[in-house]
């Protein structure tokens, strides 16, 4: 058994039901938070024990880094994928430029991402308002093409346009490795300064694509529905596509190392389209290259959490913990309860909320959050969503998911 004890956040800005575990407590009253302090209150509930004991808490370590190491943590730390974006407005905050403002003057995703100004205003603007435990770096998992002899672009209404999408083994062969002082600078510039204006109160996040999304991007020519060109080269020319992951795969290692050595606290590894594959391919075509990067990374940053994310990955959670990463985030199509048991108590896990929760009441978002807290049982658990923030979404529940977060105790 353990407690979760209910307290305040964001200073009471936003009324809201408390954190209550209901789903365990049916008759428990919610009760609304005010901006004055109350004493807490004290739910019990039953908590998976799946998760190893955890030990003595480093003050000195954001709280994303000691959850995720196992150490003896108040609460689960809170970050939202997509937390700078659309949705965001200038409502809560009017002294703060919404990003919205900032596409009007900026209209280029790739300006805005290729700006080091711009991406430290839009990194910082979700931890201006709502103070999450991660702020990640504002980019595209496709920042690095360009520097790989890729030329892309990502247009507005369409999305990711590969110019010259790569078939052939010719057209591998054409494909630069990846060093990224000289092809992106402005991503460690803007780490740097980023981990000066959060100043370890919380984890700076960086992020790159997994090699078989990457290639599935620039094989299909941007984005897809059936991935039947991808498939069609891996299953009649196998060597070209692993020649081509195998490029992927030394240019992000070396990515991640490089977006660490610039002040990342974490990194994030998406590999959102390795789902697209049968288990038997995952396999060959991703597992492989996902265990050599975090293979690389620890050489050289043993110590640095590596977090793997894949949507629909329900088929595959055994697998993915079987690269070695140190986080495996959930999508919501998975029960929180049933992921840990299928990781094992030495994987830490993040999420896994739907997104869709968030337009609903803000009880009801409470209710959700306590329910993947309760799953998730104590320690080595980051709470997040199941996917990003969906374009729409109320910004005020946003804040409200971040109140009921941050007011939760162990």
């Known amino acids: 058994m353990s407690a979760i004890v209910c307290g305040g956040g964001l200073g009471g800005a936003v009324s809201s039901v408390s954190p209550s575990f209901s789903a365990l407590s049916p008759s428990f009253p919610p009760t609304r938070i005010s901006a004055s302090p109350k004493p807490p209150c004290v739910v019990r509930c039953a908590v998976q024990g799946t998760v190893a004991e955890p030990k003595a808490v480093s003050a000195a370590e954001p709280l994303l880094l000691n959850a995720v190491r196992g150490l003896d943590v108040e609460r689960p730390p809170v970050w939202l994928m997509r937390q700078a974006g659309r949705y965001m407005k200038a409502g809560l905050c009017s002294f703060i430029s919404s990003y919205q403002m900032i596409c009007e003057k900026h209209p280029s995703f790739r300006e805005r991402s290729e700006n080091v100004d711009l991406v430290v205003e839009i990194s910082l603007q979700p931890w201006k308002v709502f ?37 052939t083994s010719a057209d591998v062969d054409l494909v630069r490795e990846f060093v990224p002082d000289e092809s992106v600078p402005y991503v460690g510039e803007a780490l740097t300064i980023l981990r000066k204006e959060v100043d370890n109160q919380a984890a700076v996040l960086g992020f790159v694509g997994a090699p ?3 290639a599935s991007y620039v094989v299909e020519g941007g984005s897809s529905k059936h991935f039947s060109k991808i498939k069609r080269l891996a299953f ?26 610039n002040g990342a606290q974490a990194v994030q590894i998406f590999d959102s389209w390795a789902t697209e594959l049968s288990p038997v391919d995952f396999e060959e075509f991703s597992l492989p290259y996902l ?53 094992g108590k030495d994987v830490a896990v993040q999420g896994n909320v739907d997104p869709g929760v968030l337009f609903g009441s803000k009880e009801f978002i409470t209710n959700r959050i306590n329910d993947v807290v309760r799953k998730a049982g104590k320690g080595k658990h980051i709470l997040n969503l199941g996917h990003g923030i969906v374009v729409g979404t109320p910004e005020e529940n946003v804040a409200h998911f971040f109140e009921v977060a941050k007011g939760l105790r162990y």
């Open 212 to 214: 078989f999304t990457l």
């Open 236 to 261: 009649s020319q196998p060597k070209v596509l692993h020649a081509l992951l195998q490029k992927f795969t030394t240019s992000m290692a070396k990515y991640i190392q490089y977006q660490a050595d």
């Open 291 to 343: 265990k050599q990067i975090v293979d690389t990374v620890k050489q050289t940053h043993p110590n640095l959490p590596l977090i793997l994310y894949a949507s629909g990955s329900g088929g595959l959670l055994e697998r993915l913990a079987l690269t070695g990463v140190d986080v495996v985030s959930l999508d919501w199509t998975v029960d929180m309860a049933e992921g840990r048991r299928r990781l």
């Open 131 to 167: 103070k999450p435990d991660g702020v990640i770096l504002f980019s595209d998992i496709l920042t690095p093409l360009s520097g790989m002899n890729i030329p892309f672009d990502i247009v507005k209404g369409k999305g990711p346009v590969i110019f010259n999408p790569l078939r």
